[in-house]
């Protein structure tokens, strides 16, 4: 239950300009704008003068039609390519959890680790952690950092390197970052496979395993998805025959629904 009244003029604000956005023309009179969200035109004016004197609208002295100004990009530039895959992840990390019972967690990458963005945790009956957005999970011994890790641009992996190499990870991730041999092997294991995995690797959490896929929208990694499971009850082969098929599927699931973002929005309006 919302704690506060809702403020109206601000909702009738928000539907002027996502009226105005969905124009085809990318221009409207008051009057369209009017039929279109079926407010009286007089509110409609009003709406559209604030939004004027604001600058996030422009009114054309030729026709008195109205039009979004750049103003209204700068509405967006916070929310980065983490923000829109958290967006849609929910439901479909949801439904893959009804397929494979046990946790999962979304992850982006954050300087020398993975941060937990998502997390199915609080629903699985099997979890053996609760709260777990906003933790960090060391990128070289844990599946979803190995996915994100193999599949990055090599020049962001080689920034990962310099951060874990300085001790910025922990001894046990720098011991492994800096040796060749290891982390080219991680990284043709995990692109042969197609996912990352670990079963007790992380000395922390010597009890858990995990499989995880990296998820690639249109050449570029946005994030990785894993199943996370009990090493004693699920071997590494059960785990991936039983859930990297649906870790793909899912995966494949987000990146749909960011494209489909993408291409219903492709002039980038707000």
Known sequence: MATY???????RGLQVLRALNAMESGRATS?????AIGLHRTTVRRLLETLVEEGFVRRSASDDSFRLTLSVRSL????????????VAPPIMG??????????????????AMIIRETTHRFSQLSF?????????????????????????????????????????????KALASSDALVRNL??????????????DWAAQSRIGAVAVAIVSRERVLASLNVVFLSRAVTLVEATRRYVPDLQLAAGEMVAALEAQDDANPRGKA
């Not at 009244?5 to 909702?11: E, H, M, P």
């Not at 009057?31 to 039929?35: M, P, R, Y």
Request: aromatic share 4%; with cysteine; charged share 30%.
């Open 187 to 200: 990284i043709r294991r995990v692109r042969a496979d197609g996912f990352g995995s670990n079963h007790g």
């Open 76 to 87: 967006s530039e916070g929310f980065t390519d983490d923000e829109r895959i958290a967006t």
């Open 5 to 11: 009244t809702n403020v109206r003029g601000l909702a």
């Open 95 to 112: 439904r893959m959890l009804q397929r494979v019972a046990w946790p999962s967690d979304l992850t982006t990458p954050d300087g020398d």
């Open 31 to 35: 009057q369209q704008i009017s039929d």
């Open 129 to 173: 952690h609760r709260s777990m957005v906003g933790r960090r999970l060391p990128i070289l011994l844990t599946a979803a950092g190995r996915a994100y890790f193999a599949m990055c641009p090599d020049g962001e992996r080689e920034d990962i390197l310099d951060l874990l190499r300085s001790g910025a990870g922990g001894d046990e991730q």
